[in-house]
């Protein structure tokens, strides 16, 4: 095994003074860099709110958006095109219906997600009536809906 004071694996002579003025020069050259300039994090952000440029938000029809300090609210219909999403949050628990907006007709939906910071997780099965259910704690979310024909997402709900 070689010493690393060996001039023959260690190419640099620590006791030469040019490389205490080479470290403080690298120094300075980087300082700048431990900040993130705003226009980079503008960029970031402005590409984070691309990812989902093919996602339809649904707007809200009728009720409230959720927002309840007792854990329980009304129903809230969300609409987008020829979805209609019918939720109702109860003691952390999110029970939905997807269904054609004119017919009232169940849809067939390729997959669905309930992402949330307590939310679990939905199998993606509606059942015949295009109802569908998840623990959801008490944390925001919301609703994915992957149809043949695009991607449909609730807002954040609280």
């Keep these: 095994m070689t010493e690393p004071d060996d001039p023959a694996t260690n190419p640099f002579d620590d006791t030469d003074p040019t490389l205490d003025a080479l470290a ?3 120094v300075a050259m980087l300082r700048p860099l431990q900040t ?5 994090v503008a960029a ?5 709110a ?3 440029v093919d996602t339809e938000l649904a707007e809200l029809l009728e009720g409230e958006a959720l927002l309840v300090r007792d854990g329980a609210a009304g129903p809230a219909t969300f609409v987008a095109g020829d979805l209609m999403i019918d939720l109702e949050r109860t003691d952390g628990t999110l029970v939905g219906q ?8 169940p ?9 949330g910071r307590d939310a679990g ?11 569908f ?6 944390g925001p979310v919301r609703i994915v809906v992957e149809l043949r024909g695009g991607r449909v997402a609730t807002p954040w709900l609280t």
Excluded at 98 to 105: E, F, P, Q, R, Y
Excluded at 133 to 138: D, H, I, K, Q
């Design 50 to 52: 691309w990812r989902l």
């Design 121 to 131: 997780a939905v199998d993606g099965a509606l059942d015949d009536l295009g109802g």
């Design 36 to 40: 993130v300039p705003d226009e980079v």
């Design 133 to 138: 259910g998840a623990e959801v704690g008490t």
């Design 107 to 115: 849809v067939v939906a390729v997959a669905i997600d309930v992402a």
């Design 24 to 26: 403080t020069e690298l």
């Design 98 to 105: 997807l269904t054609v907006a004119d017919s009232g007709d």
């Design 44 to 48: 970031a952000r402005g590409a984070l």
